[in-house]
């Protein structure tokens, strides 16, 4: 069972670089499941009915998100509905949405980190709950982890190791280079990157962002156009049978 989760999809660049790329990578590296992060796919913040439908028909069959998946409204309604949209789970009771969905014999898990981004209900301690709630638990778990800290993704991987197929960080639009399986057979990487524009600020208009910066007043940071962009994601092949990974290597792609 191979399994490609993609980083944060930013803006029209990002969602042209999956629908350029991702067909072929399906077909290349003989793909399962495609998961993506999307929150920041219409115009760099949240995401739209017609953003995810994009995505869908580019290849994508899981869409997680974070804490921008509130800034577009409209799409609220459809987090209820039958489409494969993820918030994460661990926000409070009552919240529109659902934090987990099956899809194609693999159980796809979104979740939020607390350090540095909000206040949300324990990551941990809501991974325990829906493990112990699943009554046909799955052989295969994949986890975005979408935190800012380093620290604790690592401490989720730990945590989960044994306990699901994957965990892959998201949401610093950064890519990292510690993807490795953990002892008890859990692949782990803290984050996947970005799809964006390369020459950017995580995918903004470099002056907008230095702006921001240099003078601490509010500027409303614009999505990179023009240059490669960037295409980060990690492919996980897991044992059908156990549900423990057998390898974590990075996809990196460039489009000019």
């Not at 993506?36 to 994009?54: I, Q, S």
């Not at 987990?100 to 949300?120: A, D, H, Q, T």
């Not at 989720?156 to 044994?162: K, P, Q, T, V």
């Not at 470099?206 to 500027?219: G, K, N, S, V, W």
């Amino acid at each position: 069972m191979r399994v490609l989760m993609i980083g944060d999809i930013v803006g029209r660049p990002g969602r042209n670089a999956v629908r350029m790329l991702l067909p072929e990578l399906r077909h290349e590296l003989d793909v399962c499941l495609v998961v993506a992060n999307g929150e920041n796919a219409a115009g760099g913040f949240g995401l739209t009915k017609e953003t995810a439908d994009e995505l869908f028909s580019s290849g994508v069959d899981v869409i997680t998100s974070g804490n921008h998946i509130w800034d577009q409204k409209q799409v609220i309604p459809h987090l209820d509905g039958p489409l494969p949209i993820l918030r994460p789970g661990n926000y409070p009771p009552g919240t529109p949405g659902r934090g987990y969905v099956w899809m194609n014999g693999v159980l796809v898990v979104n979740l939020i980190g607390r350090i540095f981004v909000g206040n949300y209900d324990c990551p941990f301690r809501s991974m325990d709950r829906l493990l112990d709630d699943l009554e046909d638990e799955p052989k295969a778990i994949v986890v975005d982890l979408h935190a800012e800290a380093t620290s604790e993704k690592v401490s989720m991987g730990w945590y989960l190791d044994g306990r699901v197929s994957a965990v892959v960080g998201t949401h610093t639009h950064v890519p990292t280079a510690d993807a490795r399986v953990l002892p008890k057979g859990t692949a782990y990487l803290t984050d996947l990157g970005m799809v964006g524009p390369a020459n950017s600020v995580i995918g903004a208009n470099t002056e907008d962002a230095m702006h921001r910066f240099l003078t601490q007043t509010p500027r409303r940071l614009r999505i990179e156009v023009g240059g490669p962009v960037r295409f980060n994601s990690a492919l996980i092949d897991i044992d059908d049978a156990t549900g423990r990974a057998t390898s974590i290597v990075r996809v990196d792609r460039e489009l000019d």
